[in-house]
């Protein structure tokens, strides 16, 4: 038997490391709060309160990660916007029902916990959350020697927000005639980056050169999800919005079903926007056929909004002065027998 003391160092967990992280991310998570948030960053648990404004407040939860774009962060040493993007999944989903994102935690696991590529990390989760009104009120860092390769990590994020019952976006009442809004994305958000990552390894591009204006291809791939909380919210103070879909997995052929009535069809116009530059390199340099493009990518659509007739060019001007970019994408039509209930064409 050998007599050697060991310690939790000695079997990889630095328990030293751990706590030095908690200390570098309080200033950031400070900086995220709400007046609804009870207690400070470090408890076991996290207090919220729900506010008062709220007659009969639901609370609508959503969970996410980054998917395989965090193979790109690691390859590329590229870490201070991958918690931005672990964010935006989650309270951009929770929003497409009308809720206010309240709280956010996040769960980061590795095998070897490096202090600095970690607060980059937490950094850009607090960002995140900051942009989108919404308190970052705990998480945890689980490091686990031998779970993970050197040098790579993983996220989960955890949004809760809040809506009135009576205003809850549920899609039911959309009808024939409502219009399809388009607000931009920043690029290719969290999705289809296995596919990105096969086009990148076959075609081999140079990724630092000119690219799209000031960026180069490295910086429009790995480019944050945009944050779509604030100008949605300030929307719904002023009309209606009959449904939204956050375009996700799936891209817009299979994430706007989702809002829709059973009898409803959302006709897209595919030439009302144009397929930005990092889309229309990714199509050649992948040859992916169009129709697979829409089902794997947003393809420059970030969020589609419905609204009726009615109020569509109000929903224009406001989205407009909140710093969105909005297409008119096209109209909500009658379903003919069992049709896909997205035809972009």
């Known amino acids: ?169 549920n899609g039911r009442n959309i009808v024939a005639g409502d219009v399809v809004l388009g607000l931009a994305s920043n690029g290719a958000h969290s999705n289809g980056y296995s596919l990105v990552r096969k086009i990148l390894a076959r075609d081999k591009p140079e990724l630092d050169t000119p690219f799209d204006g000031e960026k180069t291809l490295r910086q429009a791939i790995i480019a944050p999800t945009r944050l779509y909380v604030k100008p949605v919210l300030a929307a719904l103070k002023e009309f209606e919005i009959k449904g939204m879909a956050h375009i996700t997995g799936g891209g817009i052929t299979e994430n706007v079903p989702r809002v829709l009535p059973e009898n409803c069809v959302a006709q897209i116009d595919a030439n009302a926007w144009t397929l930005p530059k990092l889309f229309q390199w990714l199509q050649h340099a992948g040859n992916v056929e169009m129709q697979e493009m829409y089902r794997t990518f947003n393809c420059g659509i970030g969020m589609v909004v419905i609204v009726s007739s009615e109020v569509v060019e109000q929903a224009e001007k406001l989205f407009v002065k909140q710093g969105e970019t909005v297409y008119r994408l096209g109209k909500i039509r009658e379903r003919v027998g069992d049709e896909h209930q997205t035809q972009i064409q």
């Not at 470090?42 to 939860?61: D, W």
Request: net charge negative; charged share 25%.
């Open 1 to 169: 038997m050998n007599s050697t003391p060991l310690s939790y160092r000695d079997a990889g967990v630095d328990i030293d490391a751990g706590d030095k992280l908690v200390e570098n991310i309080k200033p950031f998570a400070k900086r995220t709060m709400r007046p609804e948030v009870l207690g400070d960053l470090g408890g076991f648990g996290a207090l919220v309160e729900i506010s008062k404004k709220y007659q009969n407040p639901v609370l609508v939860s959503g969970t996410d990660g980054v998917g395989t774009k965090l193979k790109l962060a690691f390859e590329w040493d590229k870490h201070d916007t991958v918690g931005i993007d672990l964010v935006a999944m989650s309270v951009n989903d929770i929003l497409v029902q009308g809720a206010e994102p309240l709280f956010f935690l996040d769960y980061f696991a590795c095998g070897k916990l490096d202090v600095a590529r970690a607060t980059d990390v937490i950094k850009g989760i607090a960002q995140g959350c900051e942009e989108s009104g919404c308190a970052l009120i705990g998480g945890e860092t689980a490091e686990m020697p031998s779970m993970y390769p050197d040098g790579e990590y993983d996220l989960a994020g955890f949004a809760v927000g809040v809506v009135e019952k009576s205003q809850v976006i």
